[in-house]
């Protein structure tokens, strides 16, 4: 879904991760997009680091009992280990942890695991070497990803099952792990031949800090939030279109309304709304009959407010998640003191993810309701039943395959809205992790339910294109709509006309009669542009960059 490659990568030690926080954005270019990925190791890094590793090193030389350092793990922790067999302790960690299966997971996924995971390692809490820290980067800089698959976590001790499947695979510690090098799958041990690289021997504490902790999970959720925020952006100019063509009434949506009961994400919505509609031609007086709007136009910021607030809080939540250190035992690099703890459980992530798809259905759900408004022509102010261009020809039917398409859409978005944390299994892993997040079956279905809203917002752009064109012709006499629209409106507008190659004329709407268009190819077209942050989320930046600063705001 979002976009996979990185290129111009090189190892720098003046900028780039340091262990400190890492925003959103800062996540999405370096994963996503084109930005250089490095290394920037100060002293005190450098410093925190090497005593972390002192600590687990004296607890060895001292045979203290640190959990995962000289005991077993999770239910089998009363064993106790040799202080010989400790760096066998790790190697075999990975052997019996890496046992995923399903389909591939999306290597972006992967990537921002591996990113996540290396930076808040280089906080120095973890007990682990540079050495093998620097080992993900240079995976990532070969842009050598290793093949992981869909199940396997429940976000109890973080996803000890995917992580261990990176960290087998980037250490050599099986040389038969697959890894996807450039698109093509290799073993490990060619890609370690590729690289010039020796398998790396981990030593005690090691195998744990790599596996034990939520950076996967953080990491799906990362991406889906960046997903559905965008998304989401689309959404409301797409909204905003339908609502011209319903001749909306302003009067909800004017500052007076909303200082009265002064909810932040209301108040924004409402606002956003103003900018989109009162920039084009002024709505015809409402019909007589027609006292005020129905409640999808009229209670439209009351009703996405709260979706607002909701993603703003979920991306403070993803972002706090992405920079925590969450292995156990954590170690304080300044007393050397081991802390055996419960950072690993992905709860906020899985109820945040959770909450994410319910917000993805809502917005569904409402653009499904403006749509239906839009066909039938007891709501519609005049338009054609299921918006039929040609109503000269008896045997069009208009958009009405298109709705039934939409319409099928929307019932599995709200379904996915359901939660899935409160089912986890209490008896996992001997009873010891008998409380679970699920934050990984939670983000992963957040990013499938993100990937089915691109193609739900495919049908309602063909739709507010079809829908404005048609009351162009009846408040202006010609089919171009842009002429209705204001500015961001109307870039979004042609964009969709630009994408599926229609020329927009005042002679003919984007759908005359109904043999001619192939509406599921415009549907692929527009659905893979979403997809692809490409051209209709280019459109929408203005929108985009309004709720970030509401963001700021909020959280400030």
């Known amino acids: 879904m979002l976009r996979t490659n990185i290129s111009d990568v090189t190892l720098e030690r003046d900028r780039g991760l340091r262990g400190a926080p890492l925003t959103l954005g800062e996540f999405d270019e370096w994963v996503n997009g084109t930005d250089r990925l490095s290394i920037a190791l100060d002293g005190d890094t450098a410093d925190r680091i090497a005593a972390s590793?002192?600590?687990?090193?004296?607890?060895?030389?001292?045979?203290?009992?640190?959990?995962?350092?000289?005991?077993?793990?999770?239910?089998?922790s009363n064993n106790r280990i040799d202080c010989h067999d400790a760096a066998a302790l790790q190697a075999n960690l990975l052997s019996f942890l890496a046992a995923g299966t399903g389909p591939e997971l999306d290597t972006c996924h992967t990537r921002g695991a591996m990113l996540l995971r290396a930076n808040v390692l280089l906080q120095g809490k973890s007990g682990i070497?540079?050495?093998?820290?620097?080992?993900?980067?240079?995976?990532?800089?070969?842009?050598?990803?290793?093949?992981?698959?869909?199940?396997?976590?429940?976000?109890?001790?973080?996803?000890?099952?995917?992580?261990?499947?990176?960290?087998?695979?980037?250490?050599?510690?099986?040389?038969?792990?697959?890894?996807r090098m450039n698109g093509e799958v290799c073993d490990a041990q060619t890609v370690l031949e590729r690289l010039k690289l020796a398998p790396l021997e981990?030593?005690?504490?090691?195998?744990?800090?790599?596996?034990?902790?939520?950076?996967?999970?953080?990491?799906?959720?990362?991406?889906?939030?960046i997903s559905v925020r965008q998304s989401m952006?689309?959404?409301?100019?797409?909204?905003?279109?339908?609502?011209?063509?319903?001749?909306?009434?302003?009067?909800?949506?004017?500052?007076?309304?909303?200082?009265?009961?002064?909810?932040?994400?209301?108040?924004?919505?409402?606002?956003?709304?103003?900018?989109?509609?009162?920039?084009?031609?002024a709505r015809p007086s409402c019909p007589s009959d027609n006292v005020q709007d129905r409640y999808s136009l009229r209670c439209f910021p009351q009703?996405?407010?709260?979706?607002?607030?909701?993603?703003?809080?979920?991306?403070?939540?993803?972002?706090t998640e992405m920079n925590s250190v969450s292995d156990n035992p954590l170690v304080d690099p300044d007393t050397g003191k081991f802390y055996q703890c419960g950072n690993f459980l992905g709860q906020y992530v899985g109820i945040a993810m959770d909450d994410l798809r319910r917000f993805i259905g809502l917005l569904a759900k409402h653009l499904d309701v403006q749509i239906a408004c839009l066909v039938a022509p007891e709501f519609n102010h005049g338009l054609s039943p299921s918006l039929r261009g040609n109503d000269d020809r008896s045997v069009n039917m208009g958009l009405k395959g298109l709705q039934i398409c939409g319409n099928s859409i929307m019932p599995m978005l709200t379904?996915?809205?359901?939660?899935?944390?409160?089912?986890?299994?209490?008896?996992?892993?001997?009873?010891?992790?008998?409380i679970n997040g699920l934050s990984w079956?939670?983000?992963?279905?957040?990013?499938?339910?993100?990937?089915?809203?691109?193609?739900?917002?495919?049908?309602?752009?063909?739709?507010?294109?079809?829908?404005?064109?048609?009351?162009?012709?009846?408040?202006?006499?010609?089919?171009?709509?842009?002429?209705?629209?204001?500015?961001?409106?109307?870039?979004?507008?042609?964009?969709?006309?630009?994408?599926?190659?229609?020329?927009?004329?005042?002679?003919?709407?984007f759908l005359f009669d109904d043999?001619?268009?192939?509406?599921?190819?415009?549907?692929?077209?527009?659905?893979?542009?979403?997809?692809?942050n490409n051209r209709l989320m280019t459109s929408v930046l203005p929108v985009i960059e309004s709720f970030d600063r509401f963001c700021d705001e909020a959280s400030s």
Not at 144 to 155: C, D, F, K, L
Not at 202 to 225: C, D, M, P, Q
């Open 515 to 532: 043999t001619d268009r192939w509406l599921e190819q415009d549907l692929e077209t527009l659905t893979q542009d979403i997809a692809r």
């Open 53 to 76: 590793v002192e600590a687990v090193t004296n607890a060895i030389t001292d045979q203290q009992v640190v959990y995962g350092v000289t005991t077993g793990f999770g239910g089998m």
């Open 233 to 281: 952006a689309i959404s409301f100019v797409v909204q905003s279109i339908l609502m011209r063509a319903l001749q909306v009434d302003l009067d909800p949506f004017q500052a007076f309304v909303h200082k009265s009961k002064p909810h932040p994400g209301q108040g924004w919505c409402a606002a956003l709304m103003r900018d989109l509609l009162s920039d084009g031609i």
């Open 415 to 434: 379904y996915l809205g359901n939660p899935i944390v409160e089912h986890f299994p209490t008896h996992a892993e001997q009873f010891n992790q008998n």
């Open 129 to 179: 070497r540079l050495e093998v820290i620097e080992r993900l980067v240079e995976y990532l800089q070969a842009n050598a990803v290793p093949v992981v698959r869909e199940y396997g976590s429940i976000g109890a001790s973080g996803d000890l099952v995917p992580l261990a499947t990176i960290a087998r695979a980037v250490t050599g510690n099986c040389g038969k792990a697959k890894i």
């Open 303 to 319: 009703y996405t407010g709260s979706i607002i607030e909701g993603i703003a809080r979920i991306q403070n939540v993803v972002e």
């Open 441 to 509: 079956g939670a983000a992963n279905m957040a990013w499938k339910s993100a990937g089915i809203f691109h193609h739900y917002l495919a049908v309602a752009s063909i739709f507010a294109v079809q829908a404005i064109d048609l009351r162009a012709k009846q408040t202006l006499g010609h089919y171009d709509g842009s002429e209705l629209l204001g500015s961001i409106n109307r870039q979004y507008y042609q964009t969709v006309c630009d994408l599926l190659s229609v020329q927009t004329s005042p002679d003919r709407p």
């Open 202 to 225: 981990l030593r005690a504490k090691e195998g744990l800090a790599l596996v034990n902790g939520t950076s996967f999970s953080a990491a799906i959720a990362a991406n889906a939030t």
